[in-house]
């Protein structure tokens, strides 16, 4: 399996690439197509095997379609995270793969 066959969307495509990302860990290739499709997910995974990034991407992905009009201050993502340190991960995941978008 490939990023590609994810559904994400181009900008997305193009961040993994110039991270050079080369396939979807397991966590990431199962968690991806949920989040996409407007699941709820609970999922648990070793440190290390790309938790982040599963729920991150499918997010970016959908902030970073046309398709979906926003207006004005709407909340568009909320993650919510047990520490500051894992607060500080996410984040620095998010920048990242929002500087090609």
């Known amino acids: 399996m490939k990023?590609?066959?994810?559904?994400?969307?181009?900008p997305i495509l193009r961040s993994l690439k110039d991270q050079n990302y080369k396939k979807p860990t397991p966590?990431?290739?199962?968690?991806?197509?949920?989040?996409?499709n407007n699941s709820d997910i609970m999922a648990a995974a070793q440190t290390g095997?790309?938790?982040?990034?599963?729920?991150v991407l499918p997010?970016?992905?959908?902030l970073s379609n046309s398709?979906?009009?926003?207006?004005?201050?709407q909340?568009?993502?909320?993650?919510?995270?047990?520490?500051r340190e894992l607060?500080?991960?996410v984040r620095e995941?998010?920048?990242?793969?929002?500087?090609?978008?």
């Open 3 to 10: 990023f590609n066959d994810l559904n994400l969307s181009d």
């Open 59 to 62: 997010i970016l992905s959908k």
């Open 87 to 89: 607060a500080a991960q």
């Open 67 to 73: 398709k979906y009009k926003y207006k004005g201050h």
């Open 75 to 83: 909340l568009r993502a909320l993650i919510v995270t047990p520490t």
């Open 27 to 36: 966590i990431q290739a199962e968690v991806i197509p949920a989040v996409l």
């Open 49 to 55: 095997t790309g938790k982040t990034a599963a729920f």
């Open 93 to 101: 995941r998010v920048l990242i793969h929002t500087a090609n978008i």
